[in-house]
């Protein structure tokens, strides 16, 4: 895994944040560069884990699903094992180490009221390095923070991007689904396993997992994709990108204005998730920004010129154990 990319390596990064399955031609002609010097760039990213490609499941697609955001005050010389062993479980999608290195934040998508009740009242009682925690279930992800650059790419290059590529994560701002719902047979629950280890696997690929033919194969990832069945996403430190501050917020704001506000900050650029969730703050944020002169010009002038905001509580990410479902190597 790389300590640093050049200009031309965070470009390629940033365009595969927005669509991970791009092809290099769609790419070079987005970036302006040649097939040649993506593919030269691209791939030893992929060969050596610094890029890393998957899809999440949405919860909206399977009713079953809890989405839980869970932080969890630890015993400091216990948080790191903590950590680990959160991201060891597959119903993790990110887990973070915060503030002073004591409290951990996740994200978990929990198969039913079972799954959570047994996290909840038998899993963290039963662990002692765990001091307390609370739970907050997202009730609305804002889906248009998903596309988000590092404002790495001009607008002119982001628009070509998702007008070229139809199955690129600008497919999710829209408000609402394709009216078409997917199939959700064997079939597409082991497209969706083979596209969780490997988001950029061919359709070949796909096909022999599968027992589809690649056509059949591709139309099926397409509808999965467009259905908002799951959503593509490519892993990367963004400290790579030159995001060397990431911070999550908990802000509280007027109910009336929860939808707006949500809608509004999910397209900052700084905004790399945005979700209304249960409990005293109702509007979690995940900020990613160059240092802290920009994580306090975003808190000032961004977040202080919403009216309708009545507290904010900052917490730093200090370290990563896991993201969009992928744990972090060195955990």
């Known amino acids: 895994m790389r300590h640093s990319l050049d200009e031309t390596d965070r470009r390629i990064a940033a365009a595969l944040l927005i669509a991970p399955r ?53 015993r400091p010389n216990r948080v790191r094992a903590v950590a680990a062993t959160l991201a060891r479980r597959p119903d993790t999608v990110w887990v973070d180490v915060l503030g002073g290195g004591d409290e951990i934040s996740t994200i978990l998508h929990l198969n039913g009221p079972e799954a959570r009740n047994t996290l909840l009242l038998r899993d963290l009682p039963a662990t002692p390095a765990v001091a307390s925690w609370t739970s907050h279930t997202l009730l609305r992800v804002f889906p248009t923070s998903f596309a988000w650059s590092g404002d790495l790419l001009s607008d002119r290059e982001t628009a070509l991007l998702r007008s070229t590529d139809p199955l690129s994560n600008g497919v999710l701002s829209t408000s609402a689904p394709e009216p078409t719902e997917p199939l959700l047979d064997a079939p597409s629950i082991e497209l969706i396993e083979a596209l969780s280890a490997n988001g950029r696997a061919g359709y070949t690929e796909l096909a022999a997992r599968t027992g589809l033919s690649p056509l059949t194969a591709r139309r099926r990832v397409d509808a999965l994709i467009r259905g908002w069945v799951v959503r593509l996403a490519t892993e990367v430190d963004l400290a790579l990108l030159g995001c060397h501050a990431e ?85």
Request: hydrophobic share 45%; charged share 15%; with cysteine.
């Open 22 to 74: 791009a092809s290099w031609r769609t790419l070079a002609h987005c970036l302006d560069l040649s097939e040649r010097t993506v593919v030269r760039r691209a791939g030893p990213l992929y060969a050596d884990g610094t890029l890393r490609a998957t899809v999440v499941r949405s919860p909206v697609r399977f009713p079953g699903l809890i989405p839980l955001a869970l932080r969890v005050r630890c």
């Open 247 to 331: 911070a999550l917020l908990w802000l509280t704001v007027s109910p009336g204005a929860l939808n707006a506000t949500g809608e509004a900050l999910s397209r900052h650029p700084r905004v790399r998730f945005a979700a209304a969730t249960t409990g005293p703050a109702n509007l979690l944020l995940a900020v990613a920004v160059t240092d802290l002169s920009a994580l306090y010009t975003f808190l000032t002038e961004t977040i202080g010129a919403l009216d309708r905001i009545t507290t904010i509580e900052t917490t730093p990410i200090l370290a990563t154990a896991k993201r969009t479902g992928l744990t972090r190597p060195a955990w």
